[in-house]
Every structure is written in C-alpha cells, then in structure tokens.
C-alpha cells in the first residue's frame, strides 16, 4: 500500500457526504464486518451510508451489528460522492451494479487480494494485511475514532472468519493484536464462535452430506474435489449462502496440495472455488480462467458443464508436480 494513501483516504471521506459502501457477490465475514465497521465509523462522522451487496446475507452472519441495513437494490447510484469498494479484487465482484459503480466520481478500494485489479488513485490495498477488516482497523485509527462494541464485534468476526478461526496463512501477528483489542472491548469468542460455526440449519447439514459424498481425487492424489448442484440444494432446501466453507473439507486430505468445490450456479454458469495449501499458487490458476483471490483461496466463474469443467480441472492436477516428489 502506497505511503500516506491512509491519510489521503481518511481526508478524502472527511469531505464526502454521501457515501455507497459495495463488496462483493456471495458475501464472506470479512466482506460483511468490514463494510458494517467502516459505514458504523462514517455514520458516526454524520455521513449518510449505504451498504450494497448483490447477494443476500447467509443466515450465520445475522448476528453481526447493522447486517439488516445491507440493501440488494441500488437505485440511483449517482447521488454518492464516493464510492468504498470494500474485499473486492475486481469491481464486477461487486455484481451487475459495477456497471453503475464505475462511473462515480470517486471510488476508494479497501482489499487484501493479490489479484487486486481496481486502479485509482484510492488503492487500500495491501497483500499482507489478514483480512480487508485489518486496513479498515488502520482507516478507523486514521480518522480517530473510537471503536465501539458493534464495531468491535464486526471487526473480530471479520478477522476470525478470514483467516479460518486462525488456521490459514494469512493470520499474522495483526490478526491477534486487533483481536485482542476487540475481546478487550467486550467481544466473547465463545459466543461469536457459536454463532458463526454453530448454527447450522439441518438442511446445511443435510448438504454438507452430499457434497462430502461428491467427493472425487485426481490419480496422482494431490487433487480432490466436490460438487454441489442445483438438485443438491433444491432436495436440502438450502441456498447458496449454506455452502461457505464447505470447500475447505477436501483440503483437509493427507496428501492433497489443492481442492476445489464446483458450484452449479444455473445451466450454463459455474463457479470453481480453490484452495491450496503450501506452495501451490491457486491465485494464478483462477486468474487463467479470469478470476482471481488469494495464494493460496482463490475463485473463478466460468460457462459449461460439470463435466467439461471438472475434466478441466483434473487436467491441471495432472499437470501439476508434486511438492513432496
Ligand atoms: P470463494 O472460493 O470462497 O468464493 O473465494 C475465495 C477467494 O477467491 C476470495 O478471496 C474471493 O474474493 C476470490 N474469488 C472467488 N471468486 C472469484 C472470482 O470470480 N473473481 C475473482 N477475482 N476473485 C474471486
Ligand atoms: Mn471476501
């Protein structure tokens, strides 16, 4: 992140009275805790805010301070005087809105992808921040305001959900430290842990059955996948929202070095979530179909059947040497 973009942006907003707070398509904790944060932050300065996401909200983020003022209708996009892009590598994340979104004066870019591809002169980005809520923490200490409980409470669910409760590798001591000032605030990790890992609807246990049962490995091992259809989430009665996190299970294999979930969005379009652990750069591999994320959790979205892509994929697991080997 470029030295003093911090202070620019924090100046920038001082001036700006209405302000549009957009994240991306199927919505993360940290795309939820960050935009909720930083528009808390904003309203407290007197601002008029909006929080736009395309998709709605999964059931096990309803806790979170604020999560109701999400709109998935955005009229009139012009009257903003800036727009906060936020846990975004690229602005059609945001959905059919961008469209809108790239004509307004001026866009601020809050995100931690590698693949980040919004330009401007507002580029919050930054690579080694755990979660696009760490930049947020440094934005609200920028424009000196005090973090209160719904605050706090958006931020740790943010961090806690982005870096996998602490497991993957973007936690960094940051992590900890903003953590820690959050439970310092009143957040209990306890009862924000039930809420976000334990509150599964019997029909998203019922899901995860059949994807787990969808479960393929590549011949050389280092590949596994699952699947979810249509079918699978119409016989669950569940949607997508009920599907986060279930791609992190065929990683879990002894001996696997990439997975993915296959995700059948509608006859034609579908989206490929990746993760890898160790070495393999699956950022790259995303961006190769036109998506994008992060080393080692990445996505793409792309038109065809579920054979033709899963064929593709396994096709790539062929091509790929084994670390240990
Ligand atoms: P997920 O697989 O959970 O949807 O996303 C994993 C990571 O990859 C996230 O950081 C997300 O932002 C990124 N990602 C997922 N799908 C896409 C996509 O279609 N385009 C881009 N640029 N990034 C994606
Ligand atoms: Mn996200």
Same mark, same amino acid.
């Given at each position: 992140m470029k030295k003093n973009v911090l202070k620019k942006a924090a100046s920038l907003i001082k001036n700006k009275t209405r302000l549009l707070i957009a994240t991306h398509v199927n919505p993360d904790g940290d795309a939820i805790g960050s935009s909720l944060a930083l528009g808390e932050i904003l309203k407290m300065m007197g601002k008029e805010v909006v929080y736009y996401c395309e998709s709605s909200i999964p059931d096990k983020y309803f806790f979170m301070p604020g999560v109701d003022q999400f709109t998935r209708e955005l009229a009139g996009a012009e009257r903003f005087n800036a727009v906060i892009v936020v846990d975004c590598g690229d602005l059609e994340r945001v959905g059919d809105a961008s469209k809108k979104i790239g004509t307004t004066e001026v866009i601020i870019n809050i995100d931690h992808h590698m693949t980040n591809q919004i330009s401007g002169e507002m580029r919050l980005v930054d690579t080694t921040a755990c979660a696009s809520a760490e930049i947020v923490y440094r934005l609200i200490k920028e424009l000196e305001r005090p973090i209160t409980f719904p605050i706090a409470l958006n931020?740790?669910?943010?961090?806690?959900?982005?870096?996998?409760? !602490?497991? !993957?590798?973007n936690t960094n001591r940051v992590a900890f430290r903003i953590c820690e000032e959050m439970v310092k605030l009143g957040v209990v990790p306890h009862l924000v842990a039930q809420q976000v890992y334990g509150t599964y609807s019997a029909g998203r246990l019922r899901l995860l059955n059949e994807v787990l049962n969808s479960l393929e490995l590549s011949s050389n091992k280092i590949f596994a996948m699952v699947t979810v259809t249509l079918e699978m989430m119409a016989k669950t009665g569940t949607g997508p929202g009920d599907i986060n996190g279930f791609v992190d299970y065929p990683r879990f294999i002894k001996g696997t070095e990439f997975s993915a979930l296959v995700q059948e969005i509608d006859g034609k379009k579908i989206h490929v979530s990746l993760r890898s652990k160790g070495k393999l750069d699956v950022a790259a591999m995303a961006e190769r179909f036109g998506g994008g994320g992060h080393f080692n959790a990445s996505g793409f979205n792309i038109e065809g059947t579920l054979k033709s892509v899963k064929t593709q994929l396994f096709q790539i697991a062929d091509s790929v040497e084994s670390s240990s080997s």
């Open positions: 931020l740790y669910t943010a961090i806690l959900t982005d870096t996998g409760s !602490f497991r !993957f590798s």
